[in-house]
């Protein structure tokens, strides 16, 4: 094992079960949504430190404990995160409970797309808002109406917060004496309550909107300023517009200050850059980590009411998450056997909820521990056990029964519920929570002790609460179907299936598929 | 059984804010008024093609079984609430709930009943489930008329009359209306011929073909060729009195339309829109996916008639404004979501409506106007599934800011 790496897997695993919890919550983000979680969670008791970047403006009153500075390092799980800040003065460490990500989105122009020169006359959007705002004035022209040029939606698409960012722009011009505004778009994003009669609005008011499915308008700039060229996409004319202003939306996306804290999640990089997977298994602000969790941008969303919305739920997991108890007992959570363990470190970096550090030893953190079992069946030395749940152990009933279907709680046993009791009489149901539990040794033992056909049903691919759990499920039924082949048996007698909690057709087609194959024997 | 909260309304948002409000140690009881919980959401397909497709409708699943493990969750199916009162801070509520039921660990369905039932639709099996359930509306005795032909023949003995409604009285400190939507009703759109044109079905009816199986066991025969979707009915249309986009619409439609190219990839896809809104993440990628096999028309249709053949023909004016017409062999009406009354009994000062006909709600996004009385989902407003999540999420914060406060005696 080189030093380098040795040293980065330490350093991203250190935490201490047995200190105590800290229940500070460290929030990173520099603009007004920050301090807003601080003081929703200050009603409800809970401390934060919001943490500024070095290049954003302090505020002048601010309303919760504010530090100015770059995340180093952070490492630990919910209760115990230990992070490194560099401010101006010191690097310090500190102790936190919870990490929220709440910093304001990145923003890049779109300027350089239309192959154009930034210039006095070009504006960034937000950048326009702002300038309107802090009471910049439009160049005046005594002898011709003035004209200026939007462009929305063009060149990569845009989300609904800049059109209402780009409509609220329009009613403040609206006051403005001989100005016309141009719209250059492809779709309008009209998508928040009252947006679209707004737009109507500014339409009716004489604002021209210009609508390309395709040809976009080139502009081209040259010393006495920018002449818009396209062909009008209802009349099919080709039409020139030199405006006196040009307004260009931003692409909006997750600031690269979230990398620290992708890198305690393991299976980040299928959901990086952003914090939170785009999938309904995780609701609100939660991540694949406990005591992680992701505001606005950093999961994905921009528009002000669902902000909003994220400042109130982060307070709801954070309550959720401090009522909860580890669960010492290690009923559903996975444990190291240590006698066992060769430090070879595989489940710390493939646990998909970054629940495994390592100390002197690997330890899997009970709270951040989601019983997956990815762990347990990735350990080359089968040093990592896990205890089904109460509720899925089998039952002497059923044990006999010669189709076995392994299906994940979240999914499969939800469709198997479904299913007529008929069609299930020779079906044993072996739940798991998650399909990442099952292993191709496991499959052929089913083999072995006497069933006929054994179907693995897991979610779909995008929809599994441990990322990557039936990906991996999927292929060790594609391993243990091949060493079936290689012994002489007929490999379809094992099938995976992927299946969501309202599609137990599937499971029912592969139930009726495998018994049809066996009853050829 | 004082329970903290009443959550009108069983669908994916009074589940939702249910499981959160337990999980925060604050306990409710559901009033569903359909004889089983879920709402529109237990009408829709899984989008998943070779991958989920993030619709969202599975969650109803997971909500479901979390809910009905939860100790401090009363489910009330079959059940309206009769009268709200104020009771000081807290509210008296009457529910009435309908017991009648076929108990499905004794149905084996031999269909027996079925066959003597006297009103059609009194017995049914829903879209999504394989179990039979006795409609609130339409059973004799639920409209006081004295029937038990079913319950007499049943030779396992699973059907469970009664005549009479059960009332329930309950107190309690907070009110969640989570009614939801009701979706545009098309037939106020003459022109676009629904439902006298064969052919022309709506976004839900085709939701719930593909939920239960496929065409060919729907009404309409065989695997239809071609199939366009409008896009934008009953939305964006202040002459139809809907001022505002839907914001479901392009993603059910577009999440439809990939569903359907997996399953059958020889059926032609066309989708007739005015703008296609954002909603998933690196939506470029989806937009370039969806438009290599789908066919983007950018044009609202003046009219869908039937052709000799009785196929739907739909009329349009193309971009360079000339009368154009397509044959298809399916027209889905993409239908928008419009308010629904959320026939709260009582009056309570303060609640309103706001310009679109939904519950108002103040700045915070679920106060309703009146102390203890929230709004949650998609009777605040248009919303998708995960929306109508969000949503419950922020309401169950703000119960518990109320509850606080009340119990502190601010």
Redesign the interface.
């Known amino acids: 094992m080189s030093g380098r790496v040795t040293q980065s897997v330490f350093l991203k695993g250190v935490h201490r079960i047995q200190e105590e919890a800290s229940s500070k919550v460290l929030i990173l983000g520099g603009d007004e949504y920050g301090i807003r979680i601080a003081e929703v969670l200050k ?1 409800n008791a809970f401390d934060s430190t919001v943490l500024f970047e070095p290049n954003e403006k302090y505020p002048a009153n601010p309303k919760a404990e504010i530090v100015q500075g770059l995340i180093l390092n952070i490492s630990g799980f919910m209760g115990n995160f230990s992070v490194q800040i560099e401010t101006s003065s010191n690097v310090t460490h500190s102790k936190f409970g919870y990490i929220v990500a709440a910093q304001p989105p990145h923003r890049k122009s779109k300027i350089n797309a239309f192959a154009i020169n930034d210039s006095k006359s070009i504006y960034n959007l937000s950048e326009f808002k702002d300038y309107l705002k802090s009471g910049g004035r439009l160049p005046e022209r005594k002898d011709r109406w003035r004209h200026i040029a939007f462009f929305f939606d063009l060149k ?5 917060s800049q059109f209402e960012t780009l409509v609220s722009v329009l009613d403040r011009l609206e006051t403005e004496d001989r100005l016309q505004p141009y719209v250059f778009t492809r ?11 707004r737009f ?1 609005y500014h339409r009716q008011r004489g604002v021209v909107f210009f ?1 390309f ?1 395709n040809g976009d308008p080139v502009i081209n700039q040259d010393e006495n300023g920018s002449v818009i060229t396209f062909v009008e ?2 009349l ?1 004319e080709q039409m020139e517009l030199t405006p006196d202003i040009m307004v260009f939306d931003e692409i909006l996306g997750p600031t690269d200050s979230l990398k620290p804290i992708l890198n305690l999640i393991p299976s980040s990089p299928a959901f990086a850059p ?1 914090l939170q997977p ?3 298994r995780f ?2 602000v939660e991540t694949p980590k406990a005591g992680i969790y992701a505001v606005g941008p950093s999961r ?1 969303v921009f528009d002000i ?2 902000l ?3 400042v ?2 982060v ?2 997991a954070i ?2 998450a401090s ?1 909860e108890k580890p669960d010492l007992s290690g009923k559903g959570v996975a444990s190291v056997d240590h006698g066992k363990c060769t430090f070879c470190l595989t489940c710390l970096r493939l646990c998909p909820h970054g629940a495994i550090g390592f100390i002197s030893r690997p330890e899997i953190d009970p709270l951040s521990c989601r019983a997956c079992g990815v762990c347990v069946v990735e350990c080359p030395m089968g040093a990592i056990e896990i205890r089904p749940l109460g509720d899925f152990t089998h039952s002497t009933e059923t044990v006999s029964r010669p189709i076995k279907l392994i299906v994940c709680a ?2 499969g046993l ?2 198997a519920a ?3 009791a008929g069609i299930l009489s020779d079906v044993e149901i072996i739940a798991l929570q998650c399909a990442g539990n099952v292993s191709a040794a496991s499959l052929l033992e089913y083999f072995r002790d006497g069933a006929r056909g054994v179907i693995v049903a897991g ?5 599994c609460a441990s990322i990557y759990g039936s990906t991996l499920a999927e292929r060790r039924v594609g391993y243990a179907a091949e060493i079936l082949n290689q012994a002489g048996f007929d490999p379809e007698r094992l099938e995976f299936t ?1 299946v ?6 599937t499971v029912v087609e592969a139930i009726m598929k495998l018994k049809s194959r066996i009853h050829h024997y | 059984m004082k329970k903290e909260t009443l959550i009108i309304g069983g669908g994916i948002t009074g589940l939702s804010l249910a499981w959160e409000l337990s999980c925060l140690g604050i306990s409710s009881t559901i009033v569903e008024k359909a004889p089983f919980m879920g709402g529109h959401v237990s009408n829709f397909a899984c989008k998943a093609t070779q991958t989920c497709q993030k619709c969202g409708a599975c969650q109803l699943e997971d909500y479901l079984s979390k809910v009905h493990k939860a100790e401090n969750v009363d489910l009330m199916v079959s059940s309206t609430v009769d009268s709200l009162t104020q009771n000081g801070r807290d509210f008296k509520a009457m529910i009435l709930q309908r017991k009648s039921m076929i108990v499905s660990d004794k149905c084996d369905d031999c269909g027996l009943c079925l066959k003597v039932c006297p009103v059609e639709g009194a017995l049914f099996y829903p879209a999504f489930d394989s179990r039979l359930y006795i409609s609130n509306e339409k059973c004799l005795n639920s409209i006081g008329v004295h029937c038990e032909i079913c319950a007499q023949i049943c030779p396992q003995g699973a059907v469970e009359l009664q005549e009479k409604s059960r009332e329930v009285e309950t107190e309690v400190a907070s009110i969640a209306i989570c009614t939801g939507f009701s979706p545009y009703d098309p037939t106020q759109k003459l022109k676009f011929g629904y439902p006298r044109v064969p052919g022309v079905i709506t976004s839900l009816e085709l939701d719930s073909i593909l939920r239960t199986g496929n065409f060919q066991s729907a009404a309409f025969g065989e695997t239809p060729k071609s199939i366009a979707f409008i896009q934008c009915v009953g939305s964006r249309d202040p002459r139809s009195g809907t001022n505002y986009c839907s914001q479901i619409c392009c993603g059910v439609s577009i999440r439809l339309a990939r569903l359907i190219k997996n399953r059958y990839p020889d059926i032609n896809l066309t989708i007739f829109y005015m703008d296609i809104q954002t909603f998933e993440r690196e939506f470029d990628r989806t937009l370039d996916r969806a438009q290599s096999d789908i066919n983007f028309i950018r044009a609202m249709p003046s009219e869908i008639h039937s052709d000799e053949d009785g196929f739907p023909r739909v009329v349009y004016h193309g971009g360079d404004e000339t009368r154009q017409m397509a044959l298809f062999d399916m027209v889905v009406l993409s239908v928008g979501i419009v308010p629904r009354d959320p026939d709260l009994p009582g009056s309570f000062p303060g609640l309103w409506k706001n310009r679109d006909g939904f519950i108002g709600s103040d700045d915070n996004g679920v106060d309703a106007g009146h102390p203890g009385i929230f709004v949650a989902g998609a009777a605040q407003g248009p919303k998708s599934i995960s929306a109508c999540v969000s949503h419950a999420i922020l309401a169950a914060s703000q119960i518990k800011r109320y509850l606080d406060r009340t119990m502190r005696g601010e």
């Open positions: 009603n990569g698409s845009s989300e609904v779709n309008l994003k009209v998508a928040s309550p009252g947006l679209d009669a109507r609508k499915d996409p209802l099919g952003y785009e999938s309904s609701q609100g994905g009411e669902s909003n919305a994220d109130q739920a307070t709801v309550l959720k009522m979240k999914s939800q469709a479904k299913i007529k979610c779909f691919k995008g929809n992927s969501a909690g309202n599609t137990p057709e």
